[in-house]
């Protein structure tokens, strides 16, 4: 089932953190949205916010699986983090466009179970520009692009349907060369020795 996106205007950018675990081989990112105006200015009610630290009443989760991706919602079903079980030696290594658009807050759309998931078909291309550190995982062209954060970019069929996210300043560390054998300098130096004799 296609994701679709609601992308509501925003008068400040998210704050998003992307980084990878080598050894799980997956790659997260986080998004923070700054507190609304009309959130900031609620009236303090010491005992009742007490009461909900010690009891907080369970949110609501909200799941989008993709195959290999995952995205996470919160309880007004904005993105918040997006999880990739990648393996970077099959991305598809090209330049990458950095994403330009009109600043919104992304509220997802999709047919949740009463288990408050969802399924989507799984992301058909893995694209990365290790020159300017961009990732961005596709189900299609975009027509039109939703900045998120300074390091996050949803982009848009004309119907709404997700079909790119981007994430920015992102760069996989280079592996360390990993020092030789004893055996293997040892090979090394009896085919230097080989070669020379003849």
Do not use: N
């Amino acid at each position: 089932m296609p994701i679709r996106i609601d992308p509501r205007p925003a008068t400040a950018l998210a704050l998003s953190q992307a980084s990878w675990d080598p050894e799980g081989g997956i790659l997260s990112c986080t998004i923070e949205y700054p507190v609304a105006a009309d959130q900031a200015d609620k009236p303090a009610y010491p005992l009742r916010d007490f009461l909900d630290r010690q009891w907080p009443e369970p949110e609501p989760i909200w799941i989008v699986d993709a195959g290999p991706l995952t995205l996470d919602l919160d309880d007004r079903k904005r993105l918040v983090e997006v999880y990739l079980l990648a393996s970077p030696a099959t991305w598809t290594l090209q330049p990458i466009e950095p994403a330009q658009g009109d600043v919104a807050e992304p509220y997802l759309e999709a047919q949740f179970d009463e288990g408050g998931h969802a399924k989507c078909q799984p992301i058909q291309e893995e694209q990365y520009d290790p020159q300017q550190g961009i990732v961005c995982l596709s189900w299609g062209p975009a027509d039109h692009w939703r900045i998120i954060s300074p390091t996050l970019a949803l982009g848009l069929a004309s119907d709404g349907k997700l079909m790119k996210i981007q994430i920015s300043e992102f760069r996989l560390p280079i592996p360390k060369p990993r020092p030789k054998s004893a055996w293997e300098r040892l090979k090394h130096r009896l085919m230097q020795s080989a070669d020379r004799a003849r």
